[in-house]
């Protein structure tokens, strides 16, 4: 399901929930709306608000988590990136054909996966279907040094090289983080019945009911949040391209 699919679904269920409390609150006998009968509704919401308070920030935690290790292998591949293109650089004019390839390859890469290409595979997907890398690599391989300095260089360019690859992979595994749909559902069914518990509490009124509404958004859009972070080259929030901006503008310098 899609972040923005998830936030209508648990908009819904809060909201649908809010409704029936304030309907079914009318239709009970009077001694079910006592002060001693609320005290037990309140405690039983109090446990489920609970459990859902607890459960919610276990799942923005783990889900930043991820985010930010994703976040992290970016940066780490810019610089891995401009370590490769000044190795090249020092290897001599031999090695000006692989530079420029591993700047329009990444060029071509950085619109795909970020978005603005047109083209039908982007994101993580761009990320796992690529071998631009293999081919660079298959350059590198090819070079034929002329001295010892350059058969050094050729090796630290290759180690650079098969970093990366198991830096994309690696981008790839990390991004595999998915919300479990039992786990979701779950949840969604405490949201509720938390909600229909303070539907059948409140009066129905205008103020109570703006009140209960923003509430149910704000819940909304904090799974909102875990599912577009589980998703970080997807959707509204993605991992910086910035890092491999600065890339792009040093290579071939």
């Known amino acids: 399901m899609s972040s923005l699919a998830t936030l209508l679904v648990t908009f819904a269920c809060t909201v649908g929930g809010?409704?029936?409390?304030?309907?079914?609150?009318?239709?009970?006998?009077?001694?079910?709306?006592?002060?001693?009968?609320?005290?037990?509704?309140?405690?039983?919401?109090g446990v489920i608000a609970t459990l859902a308070a607890l459960v919610l920030g276990l799942m923005v935690g783990s889900a930043k988590s991820s985010f930010d290790a994703v976040n992290s292998l970016v940066v780490q591949t810019g610089a891995?990136?401009?370590?490769?293109?000044?190795v090249l650089a020092q290897y001599g004019p031999e090695a000006q054909e692989i530079r420029e390839r591993m700047r329009s390859d990444l060029a071509a890469m950085t619109a795909k996966v970020w978005g603005g290409s047109g083209d039908t595979?982007?994101?993580?997907?761009?990320?796992?279907?690529?071998?631009?890398g293999e081919d660079l690599l298959g350059m590198i391989r090819a070079l034929k040094p002329g001295s010892d300095a350059q058969s050094a260089l050729q090796a630290q360019a290759l180690q650079i090289g098969n970093d990366l690859q198991q830096s994309r992979w690696l981008l790839v595994e990390q991004s595999q983080t998915e919300l479990p749909g039992a786990f979701l559902a779950v949840l969604l069914c405490w949201l509720t019945i938390l909600y229909t518990a303070y539907g059948l509490l409140t009066p129905a009124n205008a103020t109570v009911v703006l009140v209960l509404l923003v509430c149910a958004l704000s819940m909304s859009g904090a799974i909102f949040l875990i599912v577009e972070m589980?998703?970080?080259?997807?959707?509204?929030?993605?991992?910086s391209?910035?890092?491999?901006?600065?890339?792009?503008?040093h290579i071939g310098q």
């Open 18 to 45: 809010v409704v029936a409390g304030m309907l079914l609150r009318p239709l009970l006998p009077q001694h079910h709306l006592r002060e001693d009968s609320k005290d037990a509704i309140k405690l039983g919401a």
């Open 80 to 86: 891995k990136i401009m370590m490769a293109d000044r």
């Open 121 to 132: 595979v982007s994101g993580l997907k761009a990320v796992e279907a690529s071998t631009r």
């Open 230 to 239: 589980n998703q970080p080259f997807d959707g509204t929030i993605k991992v």
């Open 241 to 249: 391209r910035g890092p491999i901006d600065r890339a792009l503008q």
